[in-house]
DNA sequence: CAACCCTTGTTGACACTGTCAAGATAGGCT
DNA sequence: AGCCTATCTTGACAGTGTCAACAAGGGTTG
């Protein structure tokens, strides 16, 4: 019941991402003017900041409007609520994850096995290195409103930024099924299974995981390693 | 970091004599009693049941007190702050869990590769069940003071009640060393695959899994089962 | 039995939060 | 010029977690 407030006081305008095609001069930022000009991505690079640094359940409005150096209500013209600017922020970060997951692809030499483990062992790391902004993208509160389902229908900014990693990872099975590396099935399932085994370690490694740090695996990252190749020769094509 | 108080209220007496000559109003609610008698126990239950149906988020003390009939400071009596209800209402939920981890176990006849697989089946169900609890216990806020690590040392309680999945998971993938059905190596890793895939499984069903519901696979147990095969293939000796 | 004290409950208060309402300002439009 | 609208401001309010002080009652001790 406390987020239940359809009265947007938004102006459309803002509602486009990113304002394309603007005329406005939002040369530099321009300390000491009372409009700010690029206000609404200050907000969400201050709003990742505060994340990193007091955890997700530490990042309050205000926190936000005062980094960016705004009154406490200014943030209310870009964002609906507490949870557009967590949106807002999760965006961001999930995107900032798949590019770093891209780009490790690319710098891979191997086959599609080799990288859907530097992929997940990347996955990990990105983890391990932003612990805050990880716990913060996958936030279930985030809006995905169940709406478009079946037909590419659309769905929440949150769920495309998600598609992007999705795709990434069905690109690589699709290839390794197509050089014959990676044996038939539906593609979508090898992924599912990677997906669910990187995440659940990466969420471990951050939550609950001391005994493998201390007993034999120093080094989370190998022990994921150990992990994808378990998985991986799991569907390898024999 | 963000929560510590290491000031505690709870068994200090607020031995303050001051003016005896005032006359409260006699107890407004309480069920008639001034003493609850068993109050602890029913904050805790009354926390479940407000995170079933408002979500984690949703939980706040005064609701948890008025839900218990008392004054929204009686639960500072019994705990320190808000994330110790959080904590206890944790435990409680994780242990429900694993008891029904352990029942599906004893009611399962086959091999320890089918005990695995049933209990995962039987740990996404619960997640499915009981979404909010499940999300629950996966608060990463819930206190695991990283302390007693390596020998066994006093671990925070919720780590404790964790310990006793981990420990049933063991047993089986022991078991079925014994019995030759699963292959030799370090059972941690195997239990710890086991996990990743079951715990990023549920998680995916519970917060961005629409596709998998809509294209092929109705109802995500048997994907689930389709998973833990996979994974039971991978650990099976051959 | 009375005196006492400790645990458990109560009310009151405070700072902080998200959010609404209404006023102020600036840049672009007619 | 004068106005329009998006943007930013101050002010207010109900909820929240938590601290402080006070009251009731059961148990312990004389």
Redesign the pocket.
């Known amino acids: 019941m ?2 239940s ?1 359809p ?1 947007s ?6 509602r486009n991402a990113a ?1 394309a095609g603007r ?3 939002l040369g530099p930022a321009a300390a000491g ?5 690029n ?2 991505a200050e907000l969400v690079s201050a709003a990742i900041k505060i994340v990193d640094r007091r955890g997700p359940d530490g ?5 936000v ?1 005062e980094q960016a ?6 943030p ?3 964002f609906r ?3 557009a600017i967590l949106e807002a922020a999760s965006i961001s970060c999930i995107n900032a994850m798949v590019d770093s997951l891209r780009r490790r692809l690319h710098r891979t030499r191997g086959n599609a096995l080799d990288q859907l483990i530097c992929m997940g062992v990347e996955f990990v790391r990105f983890a391990m290195e932003h612990p805050a902004e990880f716990r913060l993208i996958h936030r279930p509160e985030l809006r995905n409103p169940r709406g478009g389902c079946c037909g590419d229908a659309p769905t929440s900014p949150v769920e495309a930024a998600w598609s992007n990693a999705r795709q990434l990872l069905m690109e690589a099975v699709r290839r390794g099924q197509q050089d014959g590396i990676i044996r038939c099935g539906d593609p979508d399932m090898i992924v599912l299974a990677w997906w669910c085994l990187v995440n659940g370690f990466a969420n471990k490694v951050l939550n609950f995981f001391d005994d493998k740090r201390c007993t034999n695996a120093p080094d989370p990252l190998v022990s994921a390693h150990a992990l994808l190749e378990h998985l991986v020769n799991g569907i390898r094509n024999k």
Chains 1, 2 share one sequence.
């Open positions: 406390s987020r407030t009265k006081r938004i102006p459309v305008s803002s304002g005329t406005a001069k003017r009372y409009h700010h000009g206000l609404r990042l309050t409005i205000r926190l409007a150096g705004v009154s406490h209500n200014a209310y013209h870009h609520d507490k949870g």
